[in-house]
């Protein structure tokens, strides 16, 4: 089955910075990849995804770049700011929705003024 | 707010106990997943219900068990608890389809505390 690495494990830059958490997977066949940010105490939330037949993808200050011949995605936050404080979780899945999602460990960003 | 819906938010119980969660999907979603997460780890995938069917299992202990109602909530029992079932527990829905993107949203949880 997946399996799925993430490093680190904690991450602390300063306001501005920029900030990379990068995430192996096993299973050649995922083509599927989530990041999601969970702040103290609340939900995971969904804050962008790629497939495999993408490379990069970007939304304002977050991408996400896939190496599917290393079996790597990272996830690029530029410009960090307090507010991007929290855990941010990689996911893979292969197949389709009816398969699961398998979780990295999570990283604890800590983004100071 | 995703539109899951979970309750309790909080429960509190001892150890021998057996308590029920339950999930509301968003509107027009077919699948749910429940998760565990503990003090400082990661999302540990408990079970998958479509449409009322379990469809996957993951870690989940003996003493715990789920079910989909066809008005599609979902209810996770967790049985003979230990203080070790202490945690946060999601549930997510998706619409559940058969394509890769497939989308998990979350609700809010609910914190199990075991005394």
């Known amino acids: 089955g997946e399996n799925v690495e993430q490093h680190p494990s904690t991450l602390s830059v300063q306001e501005g910075d920029s900030a990379v958490i990068k995430c192996t997977y096993s299973?050649?066949?995922?083509?599927?990849f989530p990041w999601y940010k969970q702040e103290l105490g609340k939900r995971p939330q969904l804050i962008i995804d790629?497939?495999?037949?993408?490379g990069e993808k970007k939304d304002q200050r977050i991408a996400v770049t896939l190496n599917k011949t290393a079996k790597h995605f990272s996830l690029h936050i530029t410009e960090t700011q307090p507010e991007d404080s929290a855990v941010y979780f990689c996911?893979?899945?292969?197949?389709?929705?009816?398969?699961?999602?398998?979780f990295g460990t999570g990283t604890r960003l800590l983004v100071s003024p | 707010d995703s539109g899951v819906t979970q309750t309790p938010k909080h429960l509190i119980t001892a150890t021998g106990q057996r308590v029920t969660l339950r999930c509301s999907p968003r509107?027009?979603?077919?699948?749910v997943y429940w998760y565990q997460q503990s003090l400082d780890q990661g999302l540990q995938f408990l079970i998958h219900?479509?449409?009322?069917?379990?469809?996957a299992k993951g870690n989940i202990l003996e003493r715990f068990s789920a079910q989909q109602f066809p008005d599609l909530h979902s209810e996770l029992n967790l049985s003979s608890l230990e203080l070790g079932d202490s945690a946060l527990y999601f549930c997510?829905?998706?619409?559940?389809?058969?394509?890769?993107?497939?989308?998990?949203?979350f609700g809010p949880g609910t914190r199990l505390t075991v005394l």
């Open positions: 997510a829905s998706s619409v559940g389809v058969r394509t890769p993107t497939d989308t998990q949203y």
């Open positions: 219900y479509y449409n009322g069917e379990e469809r």
């Open positions: 996911a893979a899945r292969e197949g389709t929705g009816f398969q699961k999602l398998v």
């Open positions: 509107s027009g979603d077919l699948s």
């Open positions: 299973d050649s066949a995922s083509n599927y």
């Open positions: 790629i497939r495999s037949n993408v």
